[in-house]
């Protein structure tokens, strides 16, 4: 809790940077928002992590019970978010694995905590430098290091046939409806079929299409998208949605709105 300025306030701290690499400022950020006021590191922030998953496997612990740990992860909503519990963003899918997370950033720093519910896995990076660089590194080093570790977990694919109306009806554009999923900035993005399989693409067409997996009867899932199962919702209106639930809980939210024809063309 010691701010810059306090005899106490440690020497060894990274100073914020603007999108043109300069020190913004005396380089120590004192903003009016909470998230300024509280100075870390990664190593501290891994042991906090580390309770909380020792509680949630039922191990002894010093800050935190198991029973509060599990009520802190519990997923309170679906809505725009893919998942979020008390604190805790519960949308992260990276390698299929079942994570609670968090981001964020103010002016030239930043960062991300990811831990898994289960097996004691967890990525902590800090970054001072600007967002949108700051961001894509984050996930470059999140992808390598679940790659290297082989961190991730296949999705079964169900054995029961897909109706071919279920398929066909699931085919076409859709509006994102959940920010930060599926598609940057919540933009479009598209269902098509490629032979035997669908695929879904983001509105910049920048990565590869996600394989459509199916689960369980008229229920799916995408690969690292969101880590929950997806169906289909027909309104009273005749408005077409593609849902989102999270597993275990009664969340159902509406995650992609799908476009007439004449509107998906346009």
């Known amino acids: 809790f010691y701010q810059h300025g306090h005899a106490n306030f440690p020497l060894n701290v990274a100073k914020a940077h603007n999108n043109h690499r300069e020190v913004i400022s005396t380089g120590i950020p004192v903003c009016p928002q909470a998230a300024c006021g509280l100075w870390t590191n990664a190593s501290d922030m891994a042991l906090f992590t580390i309770e909380i998953q020792n509680a949630l496997a039922g191990k002894n612990t ?13 997923i309170q909503t679906t809505e725009l978010t893919g998942g979020w519990s008390l604190g805790w963003m519960r949308n992260a899918a990276v390698g299929n694995l079942d994570w ?13 905590i990811m831990a898994t519910v289960e097996n004691g896995r967890g990525i902590l990076v800090f970054g001072n430098g600007d967002y949108r660089a700051r961001v894509s590194t984050i996930d470059q080093i999140v992808a390598s290091v679940t790659a290297t570790l082989g961190w991730k977990k296949q999705i079964v694919p169900t054995k029961e046939n897909i109706s ?50 199916f689960t369980a009867e008229n229920k799916f899932r995408l690969e690292q998208v969101v880590n929950s199962q997806l169906g289909l919702l027909i309104d009273t209106q005749g408005l077409t949605y593609i849902t989102l639930e999270q597993p275990g809980t009664r969340f159902v939210s509406k995650a992609l709105r799908k476009l007439p024809k004449r509107l998906a063309t346009q």
Not at 62 to 73: E, G, P, S
């Open 164 to 213: 071919n109306d279920f398929v066909d009806h699931l085919v076409g554009e859709y509006e994102n409806l959940t920010p930060h999923h599926f598609s940057p900035f919540a933009k479009k993005v598209t269902i098509e079929k490629q032979g035997e399989h669908l695929v879904l693409f983001n509105s910049e067409r920048r990565n590869e299409p996600v394989p459509i997996i």
């Open 62 to 74: 010093k800050v935190i019970t198991t029973a509060v740990a599990k009520q802190l992860i519990a």
């Open 100 to 112: 609670f997370s968090h981001s964020g950033y103010n002016n030239g720093t930043g960062g991300l």
